[in-house]
């Protein structure tokens, strides 16, 4: 009967203490939608399932964007990482960056995102907001500024959605993004007066239409085979312009399973691979095509044949 109730006790405090708390916070559901051959690295991951509870629970919601999870998929962009976003800006002399600091780097607050004092400004800034803002100074550097539609594949929370709105000439957007991240989309968008439109939908949605742009930060480097093939022939083949930051196709581990760099340029010839700067990943890349002007390119970016002995 004691060794009993020595088990007991034992077990009583393990329920009560710090590790019980770590393990049982460690555990999280997973959100499916697809079946396992569709699932996209981040639909495989518990972050799925968060974005569910952030849309139940407003004090979740609050605070989004510190979420261990959520921050291993969307809010990725470290402190380091925010200064070289920044000094791309503050080199490129556009305007974008002043423009974003009197309007979207004020009003980042929604999700309470990570900030940090950077030397000579008086705000904190978000990493991840400055790598939108410079996304956004890409593409005005390969495309201008005005965009009838845009196509954008993995929109997060609309962050980069956002920053386009705001800072570029954009007319209208459609999102694809699974169904409870749109619903994140549309939470998190309507805190603010956009001069455009935007709708969301996902890929079975999807009714071929043709689009100025096609953009996509990462996800859909990370989309199983099957889908990106199916994006590729309902969206970028109908896209004049691309621009697409991949992580996956010249190897690591993201490759396991998606189309490589040899593919995707049989799919679509006319594209062209791009270093990624600041590198956040030795195997990122950007692909791009419709840009119009290739001095542009050479001066702003540096191109990635010998990644691929073309």
């Keep these: 009967m004691t060794r ?22 460690s555990y999280k559901k997973n959100l499916y939608i697809h079946i396992k051959k569709y ?16 849309l139940e629970k407003p004090k979740l ?9 959520y921050m291993g998929v969307v809010e990725t962009v470290t402190e380091k990482e925010g200064y070289e976003y920044l000094k791309v800006l503050e080199s490129r002399n556009d305007g974008f960056l002043k423009k974003a ?13 990570l900030k940090y004092f950077y030397d000579g400004y008086s ?15 890409d593409l005005n550097i390969l495309f201008g500024k005005k965009y009838h539609n845009i196509a954008e594949i993995g929109a997060g929370y609309g962050g980069q959605t956002l920053i386009n709105d705001q800072i570029l000439d954009v007319y209208s957007a459609k999102l694809f993004d699974l169904p409870h991240v749109n619903k994140l989309i549309e939470k998190y968008l309507n805190y603010f007066l956009l001069k455009g439109s935007y709708k969301t939908t996902f890929i079975n949605n999807e009714v071929p239409t043709n689009y100025d742009l096609v953009l996509s930060n990462y996800a859909f480097s990370e989309l199983p085979k099957d889908l990106q093939v199916a994006y590729i022939d309902k969206v970028l083949k109908k896209s004049k312009r691309g621009y697409l930051t991949m992580n996956s196709g010249l190897g690591g581990v993201f490759s396991d399973g998606k189309l490589s760099a ?25 692909v791009v095509w419709g840009y119009e002007n290739s001095e542009k390119i050479d001066k702003n970016f540096k191109e990635k044949k010998y990644e691929l002995n073309l």
């Design 123 to 137: 705000i904190p800034l978000s990493p991840t907001t400055l790598r939108y803002i410079k996304v956004a100074s």
């Design 4 to 25: 009993k109730l020595g088990i007991l006790n034992k077990l009583k405090n393990f329920l009560k203490s710090k590790l019980f708390f770590y393990l049982k916070s």
């Design 61 to 69: 919601f609050k605070n989004f964007k510190r979420n261990k999870h």
């Design 262 to 286: 040899i593919e995707i340029l049989n799919q679509l010839p006319n594209v062209k691979f791009l270093e990624e700067y600041p590198l956040t990943y030795k195997y990122n890349y950007i």
């Design 101 to 113: 600091l009197g309007s979207v780097l004020i009003s980042d607050n929604i999700g309470n995102p």
């Design 39 to 54: 699932r996209s690295v981040s639909e495989s991951h518990p972050y799925s399932y968060e974005i569910k509870k952030f």
